[in-house]
């Protein structure tokens, strides 16, 4: 059983950046893809970017494309997203997990996730 702790959420301006991780417990860290969601008050969880287990495909959400950046750390077990130029729209709680099943091209399916973590709260005033 793998264990996902993110971090990094707080409150920030519209037009200010966070960058979230997200540190997995666990030896097969590096063997999935790792995905992004969150999910606002009164909202569905939705997809926010995924990346692929060695790092170098990223997969985004067009709300956030240009301005979130995907990234991991196999030797660290730790997967980040990089937010920049944010808007009140980002509020939301932010779940990182590890997707199970699927092709990566259904990245953006919150039902090829088997993992998930606690979720970190970002709050983006305006």
């Known amino acids: 059983q793998v264990q996902l702790v993110e971090s990094g959420g707080g409150l920030v301006q519209a037009g200010g950046s966070l960058r979230l991780s997200c540190a997995a417990s666990g030896r097969s860290f590096s063997t999935y893809t790792m995905g992004w969601f969150r999910q606002a008050p009164g909202k569905e969880r939705e997809f926010v970017a995924a990346i692929n287990w060695s790092g170098d495909i990223p997969y985004y959400a067009g709300s956030v494309r240009g301005r979130f950046t995907i990234s991991r750390d196999n030797a660290k077990n730790t997967v980040y997203l990089q937010m920049n130029s944010l808007t009140p729209e980002d509020t939301a709680v932010y779940y990182c997990?590890?997707?199970?099943?699927?092709?990566?091209?259904?990245?953006?399916?919150?039902?090829?996730?088997?993992?998930w973590g606690q979720g970190t709260q970002v709050t983006v005033s305006s």
């Open positions: 997990a590890r997707k199970g099943t699927g092709y990566f091209s259904a990245s953006y399916q919150t039902k090829n996730y088997d993992q």
